[in-house]
T-cell receptor
Framework: DAKTTQPNSMESNEEEPVHLPCNHS???????IHWYRQLPSQGPEYVIH???SNVNNRMASLAIAEDRKSSTLILHRATLRDAAVYYC?????????????FGTGTRLTIIP | DTGVSQDPRHKITKRGQNVTFRCDPI?????LYWYRQTLGQGPEFLTY????????KSRLLSDRFSAERPKGSFSTLEIQRTEQGDSAMYLC????????????FGPGTRLTVL
């Protein structure tokens, strides 16, 4: 399984932008970059995903490096409800490679 | 609510007992996944189905674990002769086929084995 590397923890001030980095130097050409987050006592929640181009949705933006070996999840204006563990995951598109392989993620703390 | 549901939400059992959990996925999703999460760790993949066919099982899934999806709709995960090490959150997720589709997770079933 392709692996990702994330910082264990990050802090950000409320209402400030947050940039969560992820390295995935062994990514294959067919791997999608997925981000999920998990709030305390809840199941993981999908945030965003992309393949090659930068992506935006109502929750966040995903910036993908040109060589696809790294990506950054951008929360444009952090709120207290964004405090969670954020997981960067590579998800294959081949039969049998669609499961999610979670690492330990980045624990994001929002400072009021 | 058309999300993924799991039942029960909490289960406390004594070592050696059998337990069964149920997952109801989003109706149009043909993929269904089971994960297990212990405290401080990310979820770990256990097994997944496409419709009623079980396509992959993790090495974490010992002989005491069995999962079914009999009609390609809901799924059950059974643990026989539970051990204290089975204590964890068991998560179910569903999705459409393909790596470009997101997985939708249920709230999980928290198992405590005494």
């Amino acid at each position: 399984d392709a692996k990702t590397t994330q910082p264990n923890s990050m802090e950000s001030n409320e209402e400030e932008p947050v940039h969560l980095p992820c390295n995935h130097s062994t990514i294959s050409g067919t791997d999608y970059i997925h981000w999920y987050r998990q709030l305390p006592s809840q199941g993981p929640e999908y945030v965003i995903h992309g393949l090659t181009s930068n992506v935006n949705n109502r929750m966040a933006s995903l910036a993908i490096a040109e060589d696809r070996k790294s990506s950054t999840l951008i929360l444009h204006r952090a709120t207290l409800r964004d405090a969670a563990v954020y997981y960067c995951i590579l998800r294959g598109n081949d039969f049998g490679n669609e499961k999610l392989t979670f690492g330990t993620g980045t624990r994001l703390t929002i400072i009021p | 609510d058309t999300g993924v549901s799991q039942d029960p939400r909490h289960k406390i059992t004594k070592r050696g007992q059998n337990v069964t959990f149920r997952c109801d996925p989003i109706s149009e999703h043909n993929r269904l996944y089971w994960y297990r999460q212990t405290l401080g760790q990310g979820p770990e993949f256990l097994t997944y189905f496409q419709n009623e066919a079980q396509l992959e099982k993790s090495r974490l899934l010992s002989d005491r674990f069995s999962a079914e999806r009999p009609k390609g709709s809901f799924s059950t995960l059974e643990i026989q002769r539970t051990e204290q090490g089975d204590s964890a959150m068991y998560l179910c997720a569903s999705s459409r086929r393909g790596g470009g589709n997101e997985q939708f997770f249920g709230p999980g079933t928290r198992l405590t084995v005494l």
